[in-house]
């Protein structure tokens, strides 16, 4: 019976555990010859300083209740407390045959035979397996018995723990004075071979944008902490809004404003369009939640009907807006009473509030599952800004959009060859789920299918680059590295809630271990082209003991750093959006700006266009998602690159997936309610399952908030309704079609059709729930102790 760990796996996974920790003996007896290197002179000597310490490792499985407690894994198991271990240890290795001439407990836990869940930590001649080797001659027989060659070992780091992303360079610099030298860039580490060979696998790589800044014309990398620190300084005026002096806004670059903004005065009269008889009380926390937008806790003014923001009095007005919205100023400090647009409204989502935990409320860069792009841009688009409204056809419900348009972007580097028809027939990537800021420092690649370096910060500020007027280039040079080293500096918000640590440090085991493609498991998926086949190996190590670990990482600064794209037969998700960066699109986007044309003769190693071109992925990659670091993956629900799965739980169990589902939405005012439209509830003690790591949802029915045999089939919910699957064909073959087919969402208005904007429907055009289907081989308690180890990351 298989059981998510094979027998002779788990069985020896306890016996590996306790060997990985070091050796032991038989029974409590006295000196046994001359000992060995540490000077063990018994068995009792050898087992407590050699072995007995490193048991926990075993134990955090191998015990009643944990991972290693089912049929296949009883025949090696340990009590919670350490006083049985040595009798519990000889009673294992008595139930596994003894030795045979070598017991299964090394073979296992070396992975001579079939290795186990907890991977196999003792290589032939470790210390682990040298000392449990003793000890189990001895256990053969205690006559011959003879301590010589035993190791010791040292304190075992913690399975626990985790930088909570970032970049290296912020840590370093922590303390540090601002004339301290930077070292190197973990990512550059990246590159083909340097890891090969190791559990964490990569297939992607570091690309240096800005190692010749005199040909591309831009900064070069900061080189002191001081550097680094005044960059990022420079990269929160413009990223963060908040009316500052300098803050970037869309299409306007740091200027007043433009078509894409809107007057203080017609932001006043939002209630008007929400069909309200008056302007009610609590109008700033209503447009936060209509708009999904977070509150931002600084202050973030504009003016309320009839205060001039120049007066002194109100310094910028008395009204609060959230993020995403800035009040632009000119470059001596006066307010203009416009209202812009910037990042936050895709990048930032509202997570509980600052009570709940540092980090927490508004969190920068989390991705913003929360906000409504077409209701955002339909409302401000009736205020005085009509440009505005062509956001709206950027999403077809609440928490996604479509701002990564790089098919409708490389028009602009079409020729008449082969680019000119793959880009017309692109289709659209349509719905996505932005990724976590605070992951970018660990990512050698970005975006969902990797399509452009890290180090490519140019695209980064497509949305404030200025329209009708300024030198855009200039503006990009001068500020894109700023926002990119602000970026870098994000930081995930650890996870307010308990976490059961020992049940966690299993989670550790398995996510770092489980080889997901065992012999016995018969995964449905083609397993990855390297790695161990565990989590790890495709979203990086984080643990402190494995990150130290040479069968892991070739170097521990690579603790976190994912870089693998994972080809369709692998991850079996939606594909629509790895699709449409096809050969035409992606060369064609390498000859725009953001594509670093000067660097296409530079070579595949030094060409900073897009990435998913053929020349530049090479002959061992395919066109795929590349696998993000999973700091603050709690935070960052839903899931996949659409954001169509609700939960980890269902990530895990993908016979669980809901095919339409919604949020729960936070409560209205008693006074308001039918009246207002509340956005998805973001209270963590009320909205969030602590069990399946994830946002509550409920599952809908087929006609609820959903047409019948168009939206969804009444008659098999799991198929495509046939209209629809012939409209999805239409999407994913004709350039912009998607976009064109949204228009209809500038007419919807009512509370109800913004509520329906609520409903995932995973039948929809690049919205389907399918894929990451490797983990059905996991057991339910094996998927519990995973999610909370993701818990702690």
């Known amino acids: 019976m298989n059981h998510g760990i094979s027998r002779s796996g788990l069985l020896l996974a306890g016996v590996l555990c306790t060997a990985l920790l070091s050796a032991c003996a038989p029974s409590r007896s006295s000196p046994v010859g001359a000992g060995g290197e540490g000077g063990a002179r018994s068995l009792d000597e050898h087992f407590g300083s050699r072995v007995q310490p490193n048991l926990d490792f075993c134990r955090s499985c191998h015990v009643p209740g944990g991972v290693a407690d089912v049929e296949d894994g009883r025949d090696f198991m340990l009590s919670a407390g350490k006083s049985q271990d040595m009798q519990d240890?000889?009673?294992?290795?008595?139930?596994?045959?003894?030795?045979?001439?070598?017991?299964?407990?090394?073979?296992?836990?070396?992975?001579?035979?079939?290795?186990?869940?907890?991977?196999?930590?003792?290589?032939?001649?470790?210390?682990?397996?040298?000392?449990?080797?003793?000890?189990?001659?001895?256990?053969?027989?205690?006559?011959?018995?003879?301590?010589?060659?035993?190791?010791d070992v040292g304190e075992l780091l913690p399975l626990l723990g985790s930088s909570r992303g970032g970049h290296r360079w912020f840590d370093f610099c922590e303390g540090k004075d601002d004339e301290a030298a930077l070292p190197a860039d973990p990512r550059s580490l990246v590159q083909p071979g340097f890891n090969d060979g190791k559990a964490v696998y990569y297939n992607a790589w570091w690309k240096d944008c800005h190692a010749e800044p005199e040909k591309v014309n831009e900064r070069p990398h900061p080189k002191t902490c001081g550097e680094l620190r005044a960059s990022h300084d420079r990269g929160a005026i413009l990223m963060e809004g908040l009316g500052r002096v300098g803050a970037g806004n869309f299409f306007a670059a740091t200027g007043e404003g433009g078509l894409f903004s809107t007057t203080a005065d017609g932001y006043n009269k939002l209630w008007r369009i929400w069909g309200l008889s008056e302007r009610p009380d609590n109008f700033d926390d209503l447009v936060a939640e209509r708009f999904g937008l977070p509150r931002t806790p600084e202050r973030n003014p504009y003016p309320l009907p009839g205060e001039d923001p120049n007066d002194p009095a109100v310094d910028g007005g008395s009204g609060q807006l959230p993020a995403s919205l800035t009040q632009t100023r000119t470059a001596d400090g006066r307010w203009t009473g416009r209202i812009g647009l910037n990042c936050h409204g895709c990048h930032s989502g509202q997570i509980g509030t600052p009570a709940d935990g540092p980090g927490l409320g508004l969190a920068y860069g989390s991705g913003n599952p929360n906000g409504d792009v077409s209701v955002i841009a339909r409302d401000l688009g009736l205020t005085g800004a009509p440009a505005i409204s062509a956001f709206a056809l950027f999403s077809t419900q609440r928490g996604t959009n479509n701002a990564a348009f790089f098919n409708i972007a490389a028009l602009g580097g079409v020729r008449p060859d082969l680019s000119l028809l793959d880009t017309l027939r692109s289709g659209s990537n349509a719905s996505g789920d932005n990724p976590a800021w605070w992951n970018m420092g660990h990512r050698p690649l970005k975006f969902w299918n990797g399509s452009f370096p890290a180090d490519a910060v140019r695209v980064d500020l497509a949305f404030f680059t200025p329209l009708g007027g300024g030198d855009s280039a200039a503006f990009v040079s001068e500020h894109a590295q700023d926002?990119?080293?602000?970026?870098?500096?994000?930081?995930?918000?650890?996870?307010?809630?308990?976490?059961?640590?020992?049940?966690?440090?299993?989670?550790?085991?398995?996510?770092?271990?489980?080889?997901?493609?065992?012999?016995?498991?018969?995964?449905?998926?083609?397993?990855?082209?390297?790695?161990?086949?565990?989590?790890?190996?495709?979203?990086?190590?984080?643990?402190?003991?494995?990150?130290?670990?040479?069968?892991?990482?070739?170097?521990?600064?690579?603790?976190?750093?994912?870089?693998?794209?994972?080809?369709?037969?692998?991850?079996r998700t939606d594909f629509a959006r790895a699709m449409t960066d096809n050969e035409g699109v992606s060369q064609a986007l390498s000859r725009t700006s953001i594509g670093y044309p000067e660097t296409a003769d530079a070579g595949p190693q030094k060409d900073c266009g897009a990435q998913t071109r053929a020349d530049t992925r090479g002959d061992d990659r395919e066109i795929g998602y590349l696998a993000p670091p999973l700091y603050g993956v709690w935070a960052t629900a839903p899931y996949l690159h659409n954001g169509s799965v609700p939960d980890a739980w269902t990530l895990l169990k993908p016979s669980e997936r809901p095919r339409l589902w919604r949020r729960v939405s936070t409560p209205p005012r008693p006074d308001q309610d039918g009246k207002v439209v509340m956005g998805f509830d973001t209270d963590i003690g009320r909205a969030y399952d602590a069990a399946k790591l994830g946002w509550k949802y409920d599952v809908m029915a087929c006609g609820a908030g959903t047409v019948p045999f168009l939206d969804c089939n009444p008659a098999n919910p799991d198929e495509d309704p046939l209209v629809r699957a012939l409209i999805n064909a239409l999407y994913g073959n004709l350039l912009a079609a998607w976009n064109i087919g949204n228009v209809t969402s500038l007419l919807q208005f009512t509370p109800q059709q913004i509520e329906d904007r609520k409903i995932y429907n995973s039948n929809l055009f690049s919205q389907g729930n399918e894929g990451h289907d490797f983990t059905a081989v996991l057991t339910d308690t094996e998927r519990r102790a995973l999610i909370e180890y993701l818990k702690t990351l």
């Open 89 to 151: 240890l000889r009673a294992n290795w008595e139930r596994l045959g003894g030795n045979n001439p070598t017991s299964r407990i090394l073979l296992m836990a070396s992975g001579q035979e079939t290795p186990h869940t907890g991977g196999a930590p003792w290589p032939v001649d470790s210390a682990p397996y040298r000392n449990m080797e003793i000890l189990l001659k001895c256990f053969g027989d205690p006559s011959t018995c003879s301590l010589g060659g035993g190791i």
């Open 483 to 571: 926002a990119d080293h602000w970026v870098l500096a994000r930081k995930a918000p650890a996870y307010p809630l308990p976490v059961d640590t020992a049940l966690a440090e299993q989670g550790a085991i398995l996510f770092h271990s489980k080889n997901l493609w065992a012999e016995g498991l018969e995964n449905p998926a083609q397993r990855p082209a390297g790695g161990n086949g565990s989590c790890a190996s495709c979203h990086g190590a984080y643990s402190p003991r494995f990150v130290h670990d040479k069968a892991y990482l070739a170097d521990p600064a690579l603790e976190g750093v994912a870089s693998y794209v994972a080809p369709k037969a692998v991850i």
